[in-house]
């Protein structure tokens, strides 16, 4: 498995003749070290229209100084990205007759920017060979704050034709002090007369030219103020943009197995997903039902997943309140082993999909529409076509409520329900989507639907868990262990949990559907 490190730093831009200031003016730095100066050797790999550079990731092999292996580094926020790190010998060879062995990245580098590449082959697209000296800054306490490292750069690129530049960067690396670290020593250099670095890595920087006269970005940049005179498909479009962003920079953290990595790319497909149906009649229709079965059923591998670990969490709580004369049992043993499992399986299943054609195809797909010329009816003024289609919205959510209500409780009032939740989703992320057209307004629609959201979704949680305990005090009755008793009193409370949800919802509803909320609409 790879290393992973969080790389907080700063470049600047200095003249060859640049003389670095004293360092240890720095408030909080005791020393300023200098390390013994390395050379270092990378080859950088991507594409050929160089499809990871585009979204500012680094995928090398260097050898020289302490950290020498494969390294990919994925972009985090401006200034940070994440550096995962393998020893040189993680990676394959590659016989060429002309020379020789040439070493081929990792395959689980390969594997984790596979949504960049998609299909394309990696190569070698740059070499570089940097002198570097390096100084560490200490506090009192000798703790390490940051690096400093001045680094002299020769650089090629490799293939069809071959561009050569060198040129002298300081490089500001936090280590374990705080950002005012930084701060102080990027004012110090500035002030020496160095200057913010105009490419986020040296790569970018020899690059440049190649990037520039490319395709640029898989995404386009959204326009920086939405109207309601502007297309109301460049404002969809744009709200379309942000979630594929969220779903590509997820992809690598689901397949490395990150914190709420599923979450966020599963949110993303939900969103996108929403968006398209409601604002269907804005896009080609065989496109939008093509994109809502391939992002339904990306979801759907997603949420085995993801459901068992957020089950696994309020079942760890759940058992933990009961009063100990009512664990009869290993039941926290038994819970865990059942959803364990389901988290294993769910996560064979989201890395199954992720590693399709068919999502690939998916991830194009969306890029192609984000991209796409609009429709006729996409030229519309956004504040002529939105708000009809929100109002479609609204009255959807309104009749499964009203048809949940004329049933008497009970599984089929529950599916109802569950579909009047799907709704009120819909409904939120469509008013966020016209908020920046109509503020507040949209912004009161979507706390409505979002209230709604809630009351369902606590509804909808205990109706699966109720379901979830049936089974297993079944099975353990079957086998005569003591638990099941504790799993029917859990079972117990999950039924009055959820029919508390329900009626706090109907007693919230004539609030939530009040006309103020969507006046606008009209």
Known sequence: ?????????????????????????????????????VTLEATYYDTDDLRLARNRITLRRRTGGSDAGWHLKLPVRVGQRDELQ???????????????????PPAEFVDLVAVYARGAQLRPVARLRTLRTARRLRDAGGADLAEVVDDQVSAQTLGASTTVSSWREIEVELVDGGPEVLDSVGELLLAAGARAAADSSKLARLLGPALAAGPGPDLPTAP???????????????YLVEQVRALLAADPRVRLDEPEAVHRMRVACRRARSALRIFAPLFPAQTITHLDTELRDLAAALSGARDAEVQLAYFDGRVADLPAALVAGPVHAVVRAHLDAGMAAGREQALE?????????????????VRAPLTKAARKPAGTALPVLVGRADRG?????????????????????????????????AAEIVS????????????AAAQAQELLGIHQDATVARDLLRDWGVAAQAEGDATAFTLGVL????ECRGRMAERDFFDAWPQISAPRHRRWLQ
């Open 1 to 37: 498995m790879a290393v992973a490190v969080r790389e907080i730093e700063r470049k600047y831009a200095v003249t060859p003749s640049f003389v670095l200031p004293k360092l240890g003016a720095v408030s909080g730095v005791a020393t300023a070290r200098t390390r013994r100066t």
């Open 491 to 494: 079972l117990g409370l999950e």
């Open 224 to 238: 920086r103020r939405l109207r309601r005179k502007r297309p109301a498909g460049e404002v969809v479009q744009a």
């Open 86 to 104: 393998l020893p040189l010998d993680a990676g394959g060879g590659q016989i060429e007759p002309a020379l020789g062995t040439r070493p081929t």
């Open 436 to 447: 920046p057209l109509y503020g507040a307004k949209a912004s009161d629609l979507a706390d």
């Open 397 to 429: 959510l309104a009749r499964r409520v009203g048809a949940a209500a004329r049933l008497p409780v009970g599984p089929d009032r529950d599916e109802l329900l569950h579909t009047a939740r799907k709704q009120a989703k819909r409904l939120r992320y």
């Open 353 to 369: 999909m992720l590693r399709s054609d068919r999502y690939l195809a998916l991830v194009d797909s969306l890029i192609e529409l």
